[in-house]
């Protein structure tokens, strides 16, 4: 199995140093087999943090590019999975979802 990982090449990692979020990977990244309602109150803390953090777009950015497991740039993975950008290896049905609505959503637009 594969497991090097190399960023994407377009990705922009100046924002760093900027970010809100250091030192608070609990809060975004939630345990294995973390409860529905306790990852909605996690990625309601950590959205609260993104709001705030000048580096929010950035992060969204290198997060889509890099197809990141997590919340980033105040998205988490069915956002980014629905806006085409689903973790390299999604492992919630309701991520698998909105990966496959996306690109139900693209064929259809593509074909018209």
Not at 21 to 45: M, Q
């Amino acid at each position: 199995m594969d497991t090097d990982f190399m960023l994407h090449p377009d990705t922009d990692i100046s924002w760093f140093d900027q970010a809100a979020c250091k030192g608070l990977t609990h809060v975004f990244f939630g345990p294995a087999a973390e409860r529905p309602e306790r990852r909605v109150e996690r990625e309601a803390i950590a959205s609260s943090y993104c709001l705030a953090c000048p580096a929010m777009m950035k992060c969204r950015e290198a997060a889509r590019l890099n197809r990141e497991h997590g919340f980033w740039g105040c998205e988490n993975d069915e956002e980014r999975a629905y806006a085409g950008f689903a973790p390299r290896s999604p492992s919630r049905r309701s991520v698998i979802k909105a990966r496959d609505e996306a690109r139900k959503r693209d064929l259809a637009n593509s074909a018209s």
